[in-house]
């Protein structure tokens, strides 16, 4: 069964600092990788996918990676601002679903 | 132009009651599903309908029942509702099963 878990579950940083958000899933038999954002009473926001076959995807200030063999994706947001704080899901898509981890919740102090 | 649109965004109900929740995007995309996000802020799929045709029912119990009278549409029935029923209930669409999904803003069900 997948499980997918993010680590830390809580980050807070002074802005401007670069930070990498953690995701690991026990299972490599994916089909992509999505990372989401979520703010406070809303919904998610696609942030980036990685394909299976794809070893990482760039969006502005976001990169993230991903090592399907070892079952880990990072997510690394350079020159961090106040408006990215949020909480990021990492999400893997297999059996025609997306399972989801727990999230890390992330506060950018100005 | 929302791409997909869950009405209403707050729901307060009593026990026993039933309630839908209705589901719209206009993207095109061919899969749709309900998702369940719970008080610890979890996310777990409930169903998924691909054009039309229930693909995943997760053990969600048949209290919750989705109709999709279209491929556009994925609304979800909630006979007699339960205080464990309580939840953020978001749906999501994708081109097809497993490529890139779109929530809408989410269903916040609080049952008293």
């Known amino acids: 069964k997948q499980e997918v878990t993010q680590i830390p579950a809580a980050l807070s940083v002074p802005e401007g600092e670069n930070l990498v958000l953690n995701c690991s899933f026990t299972?490599?038999?994916?089909?992509?990788l999505q990372w989401f954002r979520q703010d406070p009473g809303k919904g998610l926001t696609s942030l980036l996918l990685?394909?299976?076959?794809?070893r990482e995807q760039t969006s502005g200030r976001l990169n993230a990676s991903l090592d399907k063999s070892s079952g880990r994706s990072t997510l690394y947001i350079a020159a961090s601002q106040p408006g990215d704080s949020a909480t990021y899901l990492c999400a893997v898509a297999q059996g025609g679903k997306l399972i989801f981890g727990q999230g890390t919740e992330l506060s950018v102090k100005p | 132009d929302t791409a997909v649109s869950q009405t209403p965004k707050y729901l307060v109900t009593q026990m026993g009651n039933d309630k839908s929740i209705k589901c719209e995007q206009n993207l095109g995309h061919d899969t749709m599903y309900w998702y369940k996000q719970d008080s610890k802020k979890f996310l777990k799929i409930m169903f998924s309908y691909n054009n039309k045709e229930l693909i995943i029912n997760e053990t969600v119990p048949n209290r919750f029942s989705p109709k999709s009278p279209d491929k556009a549409h994925l609304n979800l029935h909630i006979n007699s509702l339960e205080l464990g029923d309580s939840a953020v209930y978001f749906c999501?669409?994708?081109?097809?099963?497993?490529?890139?999904?779109?929530f809408g803003q989410g269903t916040r069900l609080t049952v008293v």
């Open positions: 990685i394909q299976s076959s794809q």
């Open positions: 299972d490599s038999a994916i089909y992509n």
């Open positions: 999501a669409s994708s081109q097809d099963r497993g490529t890139e999904a779109f």
